[in-house]
């Protein structure tokens, strides 16, 4: 069933493409070994040192020094 009647005139193409004002963006392809820049950097294996007594394996806060102390 057809609703609309066959026309004549000619097709109507969509607009071309323009060219977009301003700098152009910056499109680097980046290799695979190369880290990426945005997130949090992971501490896997750092080994943390307390500053107050300055052993490897625990920080300020639990150091048995201050545990000692109070």
Do not use: F, Y
């Amino acid at each position: 069933m057809r609703m609309w009647p066959e026309i004549t005139n000619p097709l109507i193409e969509p607009p071309k493409p323009r060219k977009m004002l301003g700098r152009p963006g910056k499109n680097k392809r980046k290799r695979k070994d190369e880290q990426k820049k945005w997130g949090k950097l992971s501490k896997k294996g750092i080994k943390i040192t307390c500053s107050r007594c300055k052993q490897v394996g625990h920080n300020k806060t639990m150091c048995a020094k201050m545990v000692s102390l109070k």
